[in-house]
């Protein structure tokens, strides 16, 4: 099978240029500009798929993005496979690999072809009715129904390619570069607007560019040769940006608008390499013209779907624009006159064309003339009620209809033939139109839906607004186009157009045969198999939404999303429930148009650019130091240091101990931190927190608890009184940013009349927090005349203070229950501090720790952490807090909440502490928590928050939250795990140096 | 009797070209008066109307729906089903559906295709980890079927997760649930509404309620486009818009309406065969039967009833599903949506009288309400028909937002459901 | 994806901003005096309108301020923003 079917010389074909591809595992050869779909052509290949749910044999039916049937595999088993690729839409390449898809073993023979021999029991809807016996065995039926629906196959490796992002902003963007995009571009470009137009092919000109119909002039050229000069010229327009294998996706509100440009694709393997394969154009327009055309629309007859059947445009533009014939006999259906122009374009370059089949009584426009005058038979009122060939079409049954087109009548004539163009109307692309809100009307007479209602400040022109014949077009956009930009002229206002006018109208929206229609195949979405026989029996079961059609037959919801059948299935649904179509509406055009990538939606935010790391001063250290790291929020944390091949748990034992006995050094410069000043800062701080803070003296350091206004608690964290009206908040580190946000928000909705400030000051400084007993002494090594006596540097303070020329500030806090300072340097300034504090540090064996000891050593002391030991349905006094939350202020955010009849409750959950009878068993955190075992229900008390073992008291020790727990002390609870029961004991959380001596030791 | 379907009446209809098959439901008009009316022909609400006619023998009722049954969140969802929640309360209530689910297409004589192909959720952080076991343990506990995993039987369990510890939320391990799953969401409806309607329940389409008339203390009947109805008992399930029904009422309610979005790939043959949820980067992800990857997106943070999301949203959640699934580069978007859904403070949903008698709300069901869909309708059907609650969905009414006894399920799952 | 005219900046793209919900619910100067019904009704109660609304926005990722807009939400049409403090115009 070589035939080379290519007929002409196009000047849009390099012949020069030979390319090589494979289609399924056989190597092809076509020409530079052909896309998959015409080189296939060209090769007498029109078998390219097999359909969705019979499996029928289908080929290729149109030229463009439409396409519901040829979609391929392309460059299977490489990291560039892509599944479901319309044959239309491959520029193809040296090296391109393409195969059918959804066909076992192979597109010739595929055995899930049965389905169509057993059709009649798998009617639209089918699967609702059925496979409900025995009820256990529906995932049985459901893995074959699986394995024989899906198309194409995902990709099972990482993609090689890269993908990027771009802003535009614009005063136009012009969707489409037919004839009215180019001419509505242009005048906008020069009219001084900020200019882009983008079309999704390669070329401008639309269909015009190789169009030459025979009575279609302008300015007394052909409309070809008019639209060459035109496009010329673009080029020396200022203000104009064009972008081309440009395809708009999505038209949002506010005219923003998505286009995939399509940069890599048709390029060989080579070329491809580190270049960006697709780019996300992000528009935002101030005005929108689209000029995005129309569609033609096949006719709905009994087997419509045999590869050889084909829009009669895509014939034209086949033969046209790519020198390619798509078969050697050919035949034309049609209800309008652009079939004729179809064959007489095939007539004149010497190709077969058997004859014209025509539902329309009479036409007597000069194109139909021209036909008729060279000798190309016309079938006038006559309709195709069958076709045949299984693989590939050989003969049409012809019947004359009836007057009232609903019935055929007389003798069937057969009329062989390899090729039928198909021509059944057009509809104009609304789909961005609607997308962006805009509403539809339907036109009786072309029986289309037209823009109607613009949401926002936009356009449509050309045959996407229902202007067909090019002097209509040019006509209604000079007009239109001056009053959407508010400009004086164009310079096509006075263009002389001479085009026909088209006289002779009929439309039926499913063409009748001589069987009855249960026998017949007349399909209206050729992707899913959806017939106009299933439209009816959905309609004849009750499903009247066309929503409800759609949803129950499938139709318009494959890869092609409807594009060519779904005013098909309108119109068979209006005509048999008996209502108009501009009453029924159509069903929601979603987006994207076409399909959209997913690398090209995420562009650069993948691998280590999906989301942002936050690294402290120090973060080199530790790495040096082969720091184990832990994520927390968006940081990453130091969270335990292991030496010699130790294990998490053996680091943390080791460095627990050390803490306790000499000292340890912790990175605390993640934790959230909010500089506050101004003259009400006390006040805003009693107001945000539980406790009071109008008395903090200035040096002195507060702990204090955020609650939420339902009276849960927040956050937390410690504040030091820098100055008069000059605070410093600290916060935990994943609720830093939340803090501040809802602080603000109090402050500039609630109390604008406070005067305070709040700046994040988190990246700004750096902390390291060094802690035990030796902690004093290293202090007092680096900074030898700063008095760190008990008077002058007591706990809670904080002391301005200077090492070397880092300017720090000193707080005496501590998380751990230990003697511990916090030192604050500028960011800068951290890793220097860090290392200087090591170096003073050595003869202390000083041991970094991180976070699982930090969490450790608070456990040991009861200190809760927010978010682990809280889940937002735990108030102050839930947590023993009680001392915490002033009974004298008169308000503060969340106090309210806490009087409410639930939060008052006695037997809410507490936190409290667990020690298990086996002092080696260490919880799993998570736990429940029972009083009983082999209840049922079983009653859950609460669970386990925090849990770890101990090395300074040399048990496992737990922090829990436990119904009525603070009640319960002593008491003996149960943990139920899978495998067993684990006894604990309800105790005090305070495990460690109950009476704070350490902190002041 | 309705014709009953199954592989020999598929047959047996065939043979007549398909052209004797019955109505699934009527067209009717409205009467003057029926005993109760559900206003919103949803999955939850048609439910509802099934279990009045089936289980509390109220067979003179309604349902009203102001578009097609199942053209809002039921069919706008991405259909995971699951019951493995933390709380007592909403474990009971969802595992209660999640029972119903399990006979359901069997009951209903309709193939909703519940398909219990499990869902799986991710950890990717110490927190999650502690959360993910912490419920993991409850449900054991409340004899709902719940496995942790560990990241080499999550790899396992679905090998196409990219489980390396070097990315930027690497998997530390992760829940499994493997009776549930996903069902056919339009099915459902259908279901429901055939199987109402076969016991004389009468669904009105294209019939939206304009007003809601009371006395001083109940219920008098509605207003809607096809006139006045009379009836003293009206639950309202109108997702998304359940305020502004309230609102007729006269009633405020604890709700915020937010657009929520999802996607669909192009079909593909099987590659990723449970439902596998992450609540830390927010990518949830299944493959219908059709072979399309499901994809559900995050609300939107502003109140909205347009049914369009914001794109950063897809965004966002398309960086977290590549994140996930490097393998998925490739593939195309072929469709997008968005609904409304209504949210509660506390994220759990509100099945409740209110303070006028004979009106009551099933609402607030956030980003989750399709999986509850068959036990809302049974427990809602029970609180209409008994005008108490069943016990539950006791703990769903609205006077926990006066008392604080929230069911605050954000601890357990923060965004999605 | 909206654009919103900021007050403070101008007209930049929704993605910087966040949304605070109904506005005009000031908090009460006395929550203790409320009952737990009247606490409720400040705390959780919302209108949630299906047309024009007023609400509460910040812009989050630029001057972290807070303002006021007037916005349908049948279709999301922005029809009046202004400052935090301003009264609500009456229509």
């Known amino acids: 099978m070589s035939a080379n079917l290519r007929v002409k010389s196009s000047e ?69 496979t892509e599944p479901n690729v319309r044959a239309t839409e491959v520029e193809i390449y040296e090296g391109l690999e393409a195969s059918s898809q959804n066909c076992w073993p192979s597109v010739n023979f595929d055995i ?89 092919k390669n070329e401008l000109g639309g269909a015009t560019i190789y169009q030459n119909r025979e009575f279609n002039k302008i300015d007394n050229q052909s409309s070809s040769d008019w639209i060459k000069k035109e496009i010329q010229e673009l080029s020396n327009i200022k ?39 697709q780019r996300l154009l992000k528009i935002r327009a101030k005005k929108v013209i689209l000029a995005t055309g129309a569609l033609e629309r096949p006719l709905i007859f009994n087997n419509n779907d045999r590869p050889g059947i084909m829009l009669s445009s895509a014939v034209k533009k086949y033969a046209d624009f790519y020198g390619v014939v798509s078969g050697k006999k050919n035949i034309f259906f ?42 190309i038979t016309i079938h006038w009122s006559h309709t195709i009620v069958d076709t045949k060939g299984y693989k590939k079409l050989n003969s049409i049954s012809v019947m004359k209809l009836s007057n009232d087109g609903l019935s055929v009548i007389g003798n069937k004539i057969n009329i062989s033939c390899d090729c039928l163009g198909v021509a059944g109307g057009w509809t104009p692309a609304v789909h961005l139109f609607t997308q962006s809100g805009g509403k539809l009307t339907f036109d009786e007479n072309d029986k289309v839906f037209l823009p109607n209602k613009y949401p926002s400040d936009q356009l449509c022109v050309g045959s996407c607004n229902g202007d067909f014949k090019i002097k209509e077009i040019i006509n209604n956009l000079s007009i239109n186009l001056k009053k959407f930009l508010n400009i004086e002229k164009t310079d096509f206002d006075n263009l002389s157009v001479d085009s026909e006018k088209e006289n002779s109208k009929r439309n039926i929206w499913l063409l009748p045969s001589n069987k009855p229609i249960g026998k017949t195949k007349p399909f209206v979405d050729y992707q899913n198999d959806a017939t106009a026989k299933d439209i009816k029996l959905a309609l004849r079961e009750g499903f009247r939404s066309i929503e409800h059609v759609k949803r129950y037959t499938t139709t318009g919801m494959g890869t092609d999303q409807g594009k060519l059948g779904n005013m098909h299935a309108l119109g068979i649904i209006a005509d048999t429930a008996g209502v108009k179509m501009g009453d029924l509406g159509t069903t929601t055009f979603r987006p994207p148009y076409t399909p959209l990538t997913f690398g090209t939606i995420v562009g650069r935010n993948v691998g280590e650019y999906f989301d942002t790391f936050r690294r402290t001063p120090m973060n080199d250290w530790h790495i040096e130091n082969k720091a184990e790291f832990e994520n927390v929020g968006q940081w990453k944390r130091a969270w335990y240091y292991p030496i010699n091949g130790e294990t ?14 000499s000292v340890g050094i912790l990175d605390a410069s993640t934790l959230g931190k909010i500089d506050i000043q101004g003259s009400d800062a006390s006040e805003f701080l009693n107001r945000v927190y539980t406790n009071a803070w109008s008395k903090l003296g200035i040096g002195k350091c507060r702990y204090g608890l955020m609650l939420n206004e339902d009276g849960m608690v927040y956050d937390d964290g410690v504040t030091t009184r820098l100055g008069e009206n000059h605070y410093l908040m600290t916060t935990t580190t994943g609720g830093a940013a939340n803090v501040l946000g809802k602080l603000e928000d109090y402050l500039q909705t609630e109390w604008p009349e406070l005067d305070v400030y709040l700046t994040s000051v988190t990246d700004h400084y750096a902390t390291a927090s060094i802690c035990g007993p030796n902690s004093k002494k290293i202090l007092n090594k680096i900074i030898p005349d700063l008095d760190l006596s008990e008077e002058n540097f007591p706990h809670m303070s904080f002391k301005n203070a200077q090492i070397e020329n880092i300017k720090c500030r000193i707080m005496r806090i501590s998380f751990t229950g230990e003697h511990s300072y916090e030192i604050n340097v500028q960011a800068n300034f951290g890793k220097a501090i860090w290392e200087k504090c090591m170096e003073a540090g050595k003869e202390f064996n000083i041991t970094p720790y991180g976070t699982e000891t930090m969490h450790l050593l608070r456990a040991e002391k009861g200190f809760i952490i927010v978010g682990q030991d809280t889940d937002g349905t735990m108030t102050p006094i839930d947590l023993q807090m009680d001392w915490i939350v002033s009974k004298k202020k008169y308000d503060f955010i969340g106090k309210r909440s806490l009087y409410r009849s639930d939060t008052m409750k006695e037997e809410r959950k507490q936190l409290v502490g667990l020690l298990t009878d086996d002092p080696s068993i260490v919880l799993e955190e998570g736990a429940q928590i029972v009083s009983e075992l082999n209840q049922s229900p079983v009653n859950m008390l609460g669970h386990v928050t925090s849990s770890y073992y101990s090395p300074n ?49 | 009797m309705k014709n009953k379907y199954s592989i020999f009446s598929l047959v047996k209809n065939a043979f007549s070209y398909h052209e004797n098959w019955q109505k699934a439901w009527k067209d009717p008009t409205p009467k003057k008066e029926y005993d109760a009316v559900i206003v919103g022909g949803g999955g939850h609400g048609l439910a509802t109307a099934y279990y009045l006619a089936k289980k509390h023998n109220m067979k003179n009722i309604a349902v009203v729906e102001k578009g097609w049954i199942g053209g809002g969140n039921t069919g706008r969802n991405t259909t995971i089903i699951r019951s493995n929640y933390l709380w007592d309360a909403s474990a009971g209530l969802y595992d209660h559906a999640l029972k119903i689910w399990e006979g359901l297409s069997q009951e209903l004589n309709y193939n909703v295709m519940f398909s219990q ?69 339009d099915a459902v409806a259908w279901g429901y509404a055939r199987g109402a309607d076969e016991m004389g329940v009468d669904v009105i389409q294209n019939c939206e309620v304009k007003g809601i008339k009371r006395n001083s203390d109940h219920v008098e009947g509605i207003e809607t486009t096809k006139g006045f109805i009379k009836t003293k008992k009206v639950g309202v399930v109108a997702a998304g818009h359940s305020s502004v029904i309230a609102n007729m009422a006269g009633l405020r309610l604890p709700l915020e309406s937010k657009p929520l979005q999802a996607l669909v790939s192009e079909p593909v043959k099987p590659i990723i065969d449970t439902v596998v949820m992450s609540n830390a980067v927010h990518a949830y992800v299944s493959q219908s039967d059709k072979g399309e990857l499901v994809i559900g997106a995050g609300t939107d943070d502003y109140v909205s009833y347009s049914q369009k999301g914001s794109h950063q949203i897809v965004e966002g959640t398309l960086n977290a599903i590549l994140e996930l699934y490097p393998i998925f580069s490739r593939m195309r ?62 703990a769903f009414n609205l006077n926990r937002f006066v008392s604080g006894d929230l069911v605050d399920e954000h601890g357990a799952a923060a965004v999605a459901h | 994806m909206f654009v919103i005219n900021c007050p403070y900046c101008g007209e930049r793209d929704q993605q910087e901003f966040k949304a605070g919900g109904e506005a005009h619910i000031e908090r009460p100067k006395q929550p203790t005096e409320l009952s737990d019904d009247e606490w409720a009704e400040y705390l959780f109660m919302r209108k949630n309108i299906k047309g024009v609304q007023f609400e509460r926005w910040n812009h989050a990722h630029g001057c972290r301020k807070w303002f006021n807009m007037v916005r349908d939400t049948s279709n999301d049409e922005i029809k009046l923003i202004y400052k935090m403090g301003e009264r609500p115009p009456s229509e």
């Open chain 1, 953 to 1001: 008291l040399k048990k496992s020790i737990a922090l829990a939250v436990v119904r009525n727990g603070k009640n319960m002390m002593g008491k003996k609870l149960f943990i139920p795990m899978e495998d067993k029961t684990i006894n604990v004991t309800v105790a005090n959380p305070v495990f460690f140096d109950s009476k704070n001596k350490r902190i002041n030791a």
């Open chain 1, 239 to 277: 203000n104009l940006e064009i972008k081309t294998r440009t395809s708009v996706a999505a038209y949002h509100g506010y005219n923003y608008l998505l286009a995939r440009e399509n940069l890599t694709d048709h390029l060989e393997k080579k070329d491809k390499q580190d270049k960006i394969r």
């Open chain 2, 333 to 394: 978007m072929l469709r997008q949506w968005g609904g409304i859904v209504d949210i509660c403070p506390d994220a759990s949903p509100i099945l409740s009288k209110t303070s006028i008698k004979g009106l009551y709300f099933n609402c607030g069901w956030g980003t989750g309400g399709f999986k509850a869909t068959p036990g809302s309708g049974d427990l809602f059907a029970h609180t209409i028909a008994n005008d108490e609650p069943h016990k539950l969905n006791a």
């Open chain 2, 117 to 185: 192909r499990g869902v799986m959720n991710l950890a990717h952080n110490l927190q999650d980890v502690r959360d993910l076991k912490r419920r993991t343990h409850a449900n054991r506990l409340n004899g709902i079927d719940a496995v942790y995993l560990s990241t080499e039987e999550v790899k396992k369990f679905c090998p196409i997760i990219n489980t390396s510890p070097d990315i930027r939320y690497p998997v530390l391990g992760g829940t499994l649930q493997r009776r549930a799953g996903t069902a056919r969401h």
């Open chain 1, 112 to 200: 899930g072809g049965i389905n169509n021999a057993i059709s009649a029991f798998l009617p639209a809807g089918f699967y609702y009715k059925t496979f409900m016996w025995p009820a256990s065995f529906w995932e049985k039926y459901e893995y074959f129904i699986r394995h024989s629906a899906g198309l194409g196959k995902s990709p099972t490796e990482k993609d090689p390619d890269i993908y990027d992002h771009r802003n535009i902003h614009c005063d136009v963007l012009v969707v489409g570069a037919g004839i009215s995009g180019i001419l509505a571009a242009k005048n906008a470009a020069k009219n001084n607007f900020k200019t882009l137009l983008v079309d999704e």
């Open chain 1, 334 to 375: 049609t209800n309008n006159d652009s079939a004729y122009e179809s064959a007489l374009c095939l007539h004149n370059k010497g190709i077969q064309v058997e004859a014209i089949i025509d539902i329309r009584e009479k036409s007597d426009s000069n194109i139909v003339k021209a036909v008729k005058k060279a000798g």
């Open chain 1, 12 to 80: 849009f074909i390099d012949e020069t240029v030979r390319i090589s591809f494979k289609f399924n595992g056989k190597t092809y050869y076509g020409f530079k500009g052909d896309t998959l779909a015409s080189a296939l052509l060209a090769n007498d290949i029109h078998l390219v798929g097999r359909s969705f749910k019979y499996h029928r044999p289908r080929g290729i039916m149109t030229a463009g993005s439409e396409e519901p049937n040829a979609i391929v595999q392309v460059n299977d088993k490489t990291n560039r």
């Open chain 1, 648 to 661: 998490m748990h053996e680091s943390v034992q080791r460095e627990s101990i050390a803490a306790r006995e």
